[in-house]
């Protein structure tokens, strides 16, 4: 167990419809990061925050969204989903978020039908 | 376009073998470089790093190489065990980034 919760654990939806995902880090972590992991792909990392201010950005989707709240939790939000947007999204936390060790969730499986 | 390569999607060891997992990247600036283990249903978890200034660092039973001029890494896993049965991702950070690149991974299968 890493520490970091990520919820649901699955989620089955429809194209165009929008959905949230979130994310616990671990006790005293201040850095979330979010990756996306399409069939046979690597972890594409989309975004990253640090104690509630976003710190990094990759291949995020302009359809996608995220934020970091006082508590440190996550959120991960996408809109007008589409099917190739299935996939496992894992969230990862870390204490400084300068390339220290990354504790990922187990993931939350979103298929879009 | 694809700065971390995975070429072998799976391979298969006996038990009490090496296993040696393979990486290469194209971006000359990454100098920070970690191997990470997953198993089903789980997220994946740190094994092992390597910052550029050096070309091996070792942990028990993992080692990783860095070959900078050949841009490639690779883990090696002496003995391997049945538990090591995962897929195994290596990522590459560049300085001055927070962010890490990561492959596509190799599932490795260990066979008692």
């Known amino acids: 167990d890493s520490g970091v919760t990520q919820t649901p654990k699955h989620l089955i939806t429809a194209t165009g419809q929008r959905v949230t995902l979130r994310c616990s880090p671990r006790?005293?972590?201040?850095?979330v990061y979010w990756y996306q992991q399409s069939l046979d792909q690597g972890l594409q990392f989309l975004i990253q925050?640090?104690?509630?201010?976003?710190?990094a950005k990759g291949n995020i989707l302009e359809r996608f969204s995220a934020q970091q709240f006082p508590d440190l939790h996550s959120e991960l939000n996408l809109s007008s989903l589409e099917l190739g947007d299935s996939a496992l999204y894992f969230c990862?936390?870390?204490?400084?978020?300068?390339?220290?060790?990354?504790?990922f969730g187990p993931g939350t499986r979103l298929t879009v039908l | 376009d694809q700065q971390v390569k995975q070429n072998s999607p799976s391979l298969s060891v006996q038990e009490g073998r090496i296993s040696i997992l393979n990486c290469d990247y194209t971006?000359?600036?990454?100098?920070?470089f970690l191997w990470y283990k997953k198993y089903p249903a789980e997220g994946p978890t740190f094994l092992i790093s390597?910052?550029?200034?050096?070309d091996k660092n070792e942990d028990g039973r993992f080692t990783v190489f860095l070959n900078k001029s050949a841009k490639h890494l690779s883990l090696h896993i002496v003995p391997s065990q049945p538990g090591d049965s995962a897929v195994y991702f290596c990522?590459?950070?560049?300085?001055?980034?927070?962010?890490?690149?990561f492959g596509t991974g190799t599932r490795l299968k260990v066979l008692a």
């Open positions: 390597i910052s550029s200034i050096k």
């Open positions: 971006n000359s600036m990454f100098d920070y």
């Open positions: 006790s005293g972590d201040l850095s």
């Open positions: 990522a590459a950070s560049a300085r001055g980034t927070y962010k890490y690149i």
């Open positions: 990862a936390s870390s204490v400084q978020g300068l390339r220290d060790e990354q504790f």
């Open positions: 925050y640090y104690n509630g201010e976003e710190r």
